[in-house]
């Protein structure tokens, strides 16, 4: 339902964002006052043109704006009328006509520029000069520009203007800012006008109205301002009570910095726990229910992330591989290939493929994870270092398939449009691929435990799990069970993979850059046990964000908590979870 | 006296020892053309002739001289050992080209009738080197010691290229044994022993990087890699590796206090089975990932490459690679030597019991950790033992040989040859490497899926692996001739007792 709502409102955005673009400059035929003061400021010079540019500037309107933006784009032109007549500006029509001419619309009223007989000029693209600017004038027309951006309807440009002006170094702005503060009633915009006021204070020379800015500053959290507070701070000209300001300035705003970065870490801690919780979950499965270790985990994650990728293709230009053996009969190469041809769809249909690749790459791993299960792991169920070779060489094949197929180089999977960006909250990123993969772990560990907990099948599985032999005397299809429950961890595996194409690589060989780790999870948590396996992934994903954040290198981090679990492991042997089994052998 | 072989594996040594001893250096000598310092008998004379350049060919050989080699040749003052380097050098670069002969060159130069011989047979590639050599044996007749070329038939041909090759698979083929004495003989697998095998790699690789001296790429005394770098000198922990004595101690030192760090905690905590394979693994991953960064200054990514000398000998020349792989080929028999005595003593027979069932070795009293961490140490040892001998043949060391898929690949070879001998990983590894070598050359887009292939295919259904082989056919035959056999008439019956064997029991006093 939710989704629909999101889809529903990006087609309207689009829509009037659509119907909001202007195609030729819009000439209105009112604000002529306003045409008169631009054509002085155009004509003028020095000190008065100045005086008239910050006229102008308070008075906001479409014709300013845009005239003061062809301004600074050298879109102006002067019509210098013959025997020595008034220059005129004018703006220069788009369009071409068959000759490659254009007209003219003259600034001061907007109507086409005509010659004394009242015939319309036409002008090539040389025939006319630019409005003289230099480095100073152009510089005060920005600002001018600026100062109306502070108008602008859209909330990211108000602030953005606002951040520009604060930055300024100009101490006439403040009054302007204050007055935008009485109108303004956004309270995000509010909080950067108030920012800018106090950085603009900041140069002042009085050390009261400096304190007060300092103070000010560090009340608002202002991350941006802190280099000039440290600056401030260590400067050796200082006064003291100014110094002192800034010291504690400084430490308030670090301390902010710090939770920020606390909260933000915490944050991607969960969402690659997350993800590792996913990729792990499938082989917790397999390894913990059945006592297979499946090196071919990796390559059903990339099973996964494949299908997203042909599904893409399917919705886009459509998809053929080709594989070609080196054997060939009587000159024809032998080989094999496939034409998918694609639907070309666009706009919203586009965006939702991914809708439904997920589950395409559940079934399709869940298959494939069958077929391995019947070919190959039915005949080494209590052999567990040879299942270990068995399926490591079923890796290196499914790899070097996935080379033949789709080529050795990682494939590009687009992300849908609803999936990237985020929102910033209290200065701490959102992603949106984040927080869907950490909804994403919640529904598939919710689903597990459903299915684990809730089916006949989730049962049977248990059953067979706790005493093989037993459920099978009892009459439990334990053949079947097996083969079901593999299927099921390989179609997790291929969930996972679904989520990696979006956020990493796509390439044969993506599978092994998780193995080690989803097997450190699943060790960790203790074999067999679904929700030690949970506690094991987020404390993991936590654990390496934030190490990373603190040797700021993600492969010392690495390292470390891989030498944590080594270590973690002698203390617990059997994991955070271990299995009780009255058996000796564990 | 125990008997430590079968007569059939007694047969198995003395057939290597003279084959690859003996036989395969002898042939590689016998085609090498190369000139050794021996050869030159009258330096003085040479020099003579060379500082003149009156004749053709002297003329020739001045020009193929480096720059800074005629100033030595020059220079009266240089002392016959020098000048015998530049000389052995020069000659050595003329015979690997093209072949030299032309009439202009050569006149005045009397022809054995063994130069005249090959001449007419124009010959390519390692012949042509040899007929470069006569022919600068005749140039210089009174000066050279003269080689005799012997014509070998090409299957008993061994290119320096072989050589170096076989030096290789033997290197292999201790890694394997050092693999199968922790799974076969004492059921540890282990997916590290790679990270063993690149330790003592790079343990010998920073002592021939030290040994490279100024004649790297910016003839600086401080390796390629630290230039780049953008030091000037070197870093203390790489002052003593130019002693070769301690470059020798450190790969058995490094790789040995590691073994016994990580096996001591892994062994003293009982850990088992899986658990102990996938720590094993992320170790390895965890050094693999560590060595590949640049500040820990041991050639990050690249590792060490471009060596040039040991021990004082150019790495480049065959004589040398030759030594290398006699070296090699004695540390294997040293290897397999060891161990076999091993598994023969009380040791090995505890071993085998931890394997089999390590409770009851715990119940009987014996402390398996101490046991099962002297093994582990001593597979690391030979795994770095072969690494160590591995670099100089191969010329390269890089944070890949660490990797998690070249560790279990090891495994492999162990199961296709047969765990649990000692002969098995060396067939193995030997089989597999030259099927990798023909696969790669032939099908290199079908060489992984054919290992892939070999991997299950030896799990399913060659458990024993290929020493087994023999075993497996037979008992296969030996099912089906039984299924054909009609039953036997004296099946047991339920009501006669069967008769009792005899047994070596003293009889029961009633």
């Known amino acids: ?586 | 006296m125990r008997r430590i072989f079968t007569s059939f594996e007694a047969w198995g040594v003395l057939v290597f020892v003279v084959l690859a001893l003996v036989v395969l250096p002898a042939l590689n000598s016998l085609m090498d053309a190369s000139y050794s310092a021996g050869d030159f008998t009258n330096v003085a004379g040479l020099v003579a002739k060379l500082n003149t350049h009156s004749d053709p060919l002297s003329e020739f050989v001045w020009e193929q001289i480096s720059p800074d080699g005629q100033k030595t040749i020059a220079d009266s003052k240089a002392t016959v050992g020098e000048q015998k380097i530049v000389l052995l050098d020069t000659f050595n670069k003329i015979i690997q080209t093209d072949l030299i002969y032309n009439d202009a060159r050569f006149t005045g130069v009397k022809l054995s009738p063994e130069t005249l011989a090959l001449k007419l047979q124009h010959p390519d590639n390692e012949n042509l080197k040899w007929l470069n050599r006569l022919l600068m044996d005749d140039g210089y007749a009174g000066d050279l010691k003269k080689a005799h070329y012997m014509a070998l038939p090409n299957f008993l041909q061994v290119s320096n290229f072989s050589i170096n090759l076989y030096g290789k698979y033997l290197c292999y083929a201790v890694l394997a044994i050092s693999v199968d004495i922790l799974w076969g003989y004492t059921g540890l697998l282990s997916l590290g022993q790679c990270l063993f095998f690149s330790l003592g790699g790079y343990m010998m690789g920073m002592y021939l990087m030290r040994m490279i001296g100024s004649l790297g790429q910016y003839q600086k005394p401080i390796p390629d890699f630290l230039v780049f770098l953008g030091w000037n000198s070197l870093p203390a922990f790489w002052k003593p590796f130019s002693s070769f004595p301690f470059a020798l101690m450190m790969t058995l030192l490094l790789p040995g206090l590691l073994s016994l760090a990580f096996g001591f905690l892994a062994f003293r905590s009982r850990i088992r089975g899986v658990y102990f394979s996938i720590l094993t693994q992320a170790l390895t991953y965890a050094a693999s990932i560590l060595f590949l960064r640049n500040n820990l200054l041991l050639g990050g990514n690249n590792g060490f490459t471009d060596f040039k000398f040991m021990l004082g000998h150019d790495l480049r020349l065959p004589a040398t690679q030759r030594v290398l792989y006699i070296c090699t080929a004695l540390l294997l028999l040293a290897t397999y030597l060891l161990c076999k005595w091993l598994t023969t003593t009380r040791f090995g027979k505890i071993q085998r019991a931890i394997r089999d069932s390590e409770n009851r070795v715990l119940f009987s009293g014996y402390s398996t950790a101490n046991f099962k961490l002297f093994i582990f140490v001593l597979s690391g040892l030979i795994a770095s033992l072969a690494g160590a001998l591995y670099v100089p043949q191969v010329g390269i060391i890089n944070p890949n040989e660490m990797a998690t898929d070249k560790s279990i690949e090891v495994v492999v070879w162990v199961a296709v040859g047969g765990r649990g001998t000692l002969v098995g990983p060396v067939i193995g590894a030997i089989f597999v490497n030259a099927l990798r070598s023909w696969a790669t050359r032939a099908y290199p887009d079908l060489w992984l899926i054919i290992l892939g292939f070999l991997f299950i295919f030896v799990v399913l259904f060659m458990p024993k692996g290929i020493v087994g082989l023999f075993d497996q056919v037979r008992d296969l035959l030996k099912g089906k001739a039984k299924n054909q056999e009609p039953p036997s008439r004296a099946t047991p019956d339920l009501v006669t007792p069967p008769k009792p064997a005899t047994s070596n029991m003293p009889p029961v006093k009633s």
């Open chain 1, 1 to 586: 339902m939710h989704k629909f709502k999101l889809i529903a409102v990006l087609i309207s955005g689009c829509l009037a964002c659509s119907l909001a673009k202007a195609a030729a400059p819009v000439v209105a035929d009112d604000d002529s006052a306003s045409r008169q003061k631009l054509v002085q400021a155009l004509l003028g010079t020095g000190d008065d043109q100045q005086k008239i540019l910050n006229d102008l500037a308070l008075n906001p309107s479409k014709i300013v704006h845009d005239t003061l933006l062809s301004w600074t784009r050298d879109e102006i032109y002067i019509y210098e009328t013959p025997n020595a007549g008034p220059k005129v500006p004018v703006l220069l029509e788009e369009q071409q006509n068959a000759d490659g001419k254009v007209h003219a619309f003259r600034v001061d009223t907007g109507k086409v520029l005509v010659d004394d007989k009242n015939k319309e000029l036409l002008f090539d693209s040389n025939d006319l000069n630019s409005v003289d600017t230099d480095m100073r004038l152009r510089g005060a027309v920005q600002q001018a520009l600026d100062m109306l951006a502070l108008a602008d309807p859209n909330i990211n440009a108000r602030t953005e203007a606002v951040q520009k002006l604060g930055k300024s170094q100009k101490p006439q702005y403040v009054p302007i800012l204050q007055a935008r503060l009485g109108k303004e009633s956004i309270s995000s915009v509010k909080k950067a006008i108030n920012i800018g006021i106090a950085t603009l204070k900041l140069g002042d020379p009085d050390p009261k109205v400096k304190i007060e800015a300092i103070n000010q500053l560090s009340s608002l959290n202002a991350i941006g301002d802190l280099d000039d507070i440290q600056k401030i701070a260590t400067a050796r000209d200082t006064a003291p009570e100014v110094a002192k300001a800034a010291r504690a300035a400084v430490k308030a705003i670090n301390s902010y910095i710090s939770a920020v970065n606390f909260f933000g870490t915490i944050f991607r801690g969960m969402s690659s726990g997350s993800i590792l919780l996913i990729v792990a979950l499938g082989l917790a499965i397999t390894f913990g229910l059945m006592g297979i270790i499946n090196m071919a985990h990796g390559e059903m994650i990339a099973i996964g992330a494949y299908t997203v990728y042909v599904v893409e293709n399917i919705f886009g230009a459509g998809f053929t591989f080709r594989v070609n053996l080196p054997f060939s009969i009587a000159g024809h190469v032998l080989g094999f290939g496939a034409t998918i041809p694609g639907i070309h769809a666009t706009g919203w249909l586009y965006e939702c493929y991914f809708i439904l690749a997920i589950p395409l790459s559940f079934i399709i791993s869940a298959t494939a994870g069958i077929v391995l299960e019947r070919a190959v792991i039915q005949f080494l169920y209590r052999r567990p270092l040879e299942s270990l070779l068995a399926t490591y060489g079923v890796s290196l094949f499914m790899q070097q398939c996935f080379r033949l197929v789709f080529g050795a180089n990682n494939v590009q999977v687009n992300s849908p449009a609803w999936l990237s960006g985020n929102f910033t909250a209290f200065d701490i990123i959102f992603g949106y691929n984040r927080l869907f993969v950490i909804a994403f772990a919640i529904l598939i560990v919710i689903g597990t435990w459903m299915l684990l907990t809730k089916t006949p099948l989730g049962l049977l599985i248990r059953a067979v799990m706790q005493n093989r032999d037993m459920a099978s005397c009892m009459g439990v299809p334990t053949q079947r069970v097996y083969m079901l429950t593999f299927g099921f961890g390989s179609g997790l595996a291929g969930l996972a993979g679904a989520f990696l194409s979006q956020i990493g690589n796509v390439g044969p060989s993506m599978g092994q850059t998780w193995i080690v780790d989803s097997f450190m999870t699943v060790v960790v948590g203790g074999v067999g046990n679904i929700v030690g396996t949970i506690y094991a992934a987020l404390g993991i994903g936590t654990a390496d964000q934030v190490l990373q954040q603190i040797f700021e290198s993600p492969v010392v981090g690495k390292i470390t908590v891989l030498i944590v679990i080594i270590l973690f492991l002698q203390w617990k042997p059997g994991g955070l979870f271990p299995t009780r089994s009255r058996s000796l052998e564990g």
